[in-house]
C-alpha cells in the first residue's frame, strides 16, 4: 500500500490512505518495534546523512569524517564539525514524528525504539526506552579510554583534554569502522526478530549493522512498515510502504489508531 506524497499537500489521511490491516496491527500488536534514521530528524531542521552538506563542509562527506582516522589524522577539524551539529541539534525541537512515537510507546504493550540518530530528539520528545545505536552526539567522551568526560577546563586546546588522563575529547558516536556497543546491539535484534510489528522510518537502509534489522525482523516472520519519501533497498520487501514525510505520515496513522477506540 503506498501513500504517494506529492511534496505539496498529502492525500488526506483518511482510512483510504491509511491501509485498515496496518491500523489493525497496530492495534493488536504487543510487541512494536521502530529503527529510525536521520529522516526523522529532518522536519527538525537537522540535516540528514544523504543531504548536501552546508556551507564549510560541504567539501568533505560524512563518512570522511565520521571516522577514528579523520580524527587522528585532523583532531580540530572533526571537533568543530561535531561542535557546528551539537550547535544546530541544541536549537532544533523534536517535531511530531518523534511526538508520534512518544504517544504510540504510551499506547501498545512495548514498544523498543531503536535510532541510528545521533541527536538525542527522540528523548528529548519525550520517548523513554531508546536504544541509542550509534551513541550521542550531547556526551563528549576521552578518545584515549572511551569514558565519559561531563566538563573540562577550556584552556583555548582544540579538541579539549582529558582532565583525567589528558587525551583528547570526542563525541560519544560509533565512527565508521567502530564497533557499536554490544548491549545497544543485542538489545536491537532481539527485538526485531521478537517484535509483533517492525517500523522502519527515515532511514536509507544502508548503514551497517543496523540496516540489517529490518531484514532480521523479515526472516523472523514480522511484517514490516516502511515510512519514507524515497525507496530503499528495503522498499520491495515491506508489507506496507508509507511514502512521504514521517512527520505527516506517523501522526496520520496514530490518528487512526486511537480513533477507533483503544487499543
Ligand atoms: C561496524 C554516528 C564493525 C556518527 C553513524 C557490512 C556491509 C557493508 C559495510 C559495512 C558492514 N559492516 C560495517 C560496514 C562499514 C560501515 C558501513 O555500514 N558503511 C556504509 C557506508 C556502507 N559500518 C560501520 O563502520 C559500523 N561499524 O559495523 O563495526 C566493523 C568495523 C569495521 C569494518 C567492518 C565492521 C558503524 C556504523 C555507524 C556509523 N556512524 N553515525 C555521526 O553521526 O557523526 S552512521 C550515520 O548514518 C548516522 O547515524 C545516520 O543515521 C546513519 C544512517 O543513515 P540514515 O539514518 O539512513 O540517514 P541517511 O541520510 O542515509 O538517509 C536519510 C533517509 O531519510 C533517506 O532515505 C531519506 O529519503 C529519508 N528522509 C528524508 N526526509 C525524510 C525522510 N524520511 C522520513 N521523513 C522525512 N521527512
Given amino acids: 500500500m503506498r501513500i504517494i506524497d506529492d511534496g505539496d499537500t498529502l492525500p488526506a489521511m483518511d482510512a483510504l490512505t491509511i491501509p485498515t490491516d496496518l491500523v489493525s496491527a497496530v492495534k493488536t500488536a504487543r510487541h512494536i ?69 512518544v504517544q504510540l510507546e504510551q499506547i501498545v504493550p512495548r514498544l523498543t525504539l531503536i535510532t541510528q540518530n545521533v541527536d538525542g530528539l527522540h528523548r528529548r520528545a519525550g520517548s523513554r526506552n531508546v536504544v541509542e545505536l550509534h551513541g550521542s552526539i550531547t556526551r563528549t567522551i576521552c578518545f584515549d579510554d572511551r569514558q565519559v568526560v561531563e566538563s573540562w577546563a577550556d584552556t583555548g586546546d582544540v579538541p579539549p583534554r582529558c582532565p583525567r588522563c589528558g587525551g583528547l575529547l570526542r563525541p560519544d558516536v560509533v565512527w565508521f569502522g567502530e564497533s557499536l556497543p554490544p548491549d545497544a546491539l543485542q538489545t536491537a535484534f532481539a ?13 536509507s537502509t544502508v548503514v551497517q549493522p543496523a540496516a540489517s534489522l529490518p531484514f ?23 508489507r506496507w510502504t508509507l511514502t512521504g514525510p514521517a512527520g505527516k505520515v506517523l501522526p496520520a496513522l496514530l490518528r487512526h489508531v486511537t480513533s477507533e477506540g483503544k487499543i
Avoid at 56 to 73: D, I, K, M, N, V
Fill in 216 to 238: 532480521t525482523a523479515l526472516q523472523a516472520g514480522v511484517p514490516v512498515v516502511e515510512i519514507n519519501p524515497q525507496e530503499t533497498p528495503l522498499t520491495p520487501y515491506a
Fill in 33 to 101: 518495534a521502530v529503527l529510525t534514521g536521520a529522516g526523522v530528524s529532518a522536519e527538525s531542521g537537522v540535516p540528514t546523512f544523504r543531504d548536501a552538506q552546508t556551507g564549510l563542509w560541504a567539501r568533505y562527506s560524512p563518512e570522511e569524517l565520521a571516522t577514528p582516522q579523520a580524527f587522528r589524522r585532523n583532531p580540530r577539524l572533526v571537533w568543530e564539525w561535531y561542535e557546528w551539529r551539537r550547535r544546530l541539534v541544541a536549537q532544533a525541537q523534536p517535531n511530531p514524528a518523534h511526538l508520534a512515537l
Fill in 191 to 203: 527485538a526485531a526478530e521478537q517484535c509483533d510489528l517492525f517500523f522502519s522510518v527515515g532511514t
